[in-house]
């Protein structure tokens, strides 16, 4: 089972990034999956999460990204992506995909996103 996270880099404040995940050794179309980012100095913090397909393909953000992050999926490639605008440098972290599926969690490798001028 792999996750393999890309997108990551260096952007200016008020600029846009999108990361990806690929999946890839279970049922993706059935995971639960999840963006988390964490900060220097900082905890873990869900950033966004989508359920699947069969639930409805509900979305959570945080209130921090709301309005300026979308998480979608595409079951046809096994990839869940976070379309990230409107950037800050708070939003500088290590951001971190994770599919949840039949009671087991995955975890991707994570991509770099630096917010700055």
């Known amino acids: 089972l792999q996750l393999v996270e890309s997108g990551g880099g260096l952007v200016q404040p008020g600029g846009s990034l999108r990361l990806s995940c690929a999946a890839s050794g279970f049922t993706f179309s059935s995971a639960f999956m999840r963006w988390y980012r964490r900060a220097p100095g900082k905890e873990r913090e869900l950033v966004a999460s989508?359920?699947?397909?069969?639930?409805?393909?509900?979305?959570y953000y945080a209130d921090s990204v709301k309005g300026r992050f979308t998480i979608s999926r595409d079951n046809s490639k096994n990839t869940v992506c976070l379309q990230m605008s409107s950037l800050k440098p708070e939003d500088t972290a290590v951001y971190y995909c994770k599919a949840s599926s039949f009671g087991l969690d995955y975890w991707g490798q994570g991509t770099q996103v630096t917010v700055s001028s």
């Open positions: 989508l359920t699947n397909t069969n639930t409805g393909g509900s979305t």
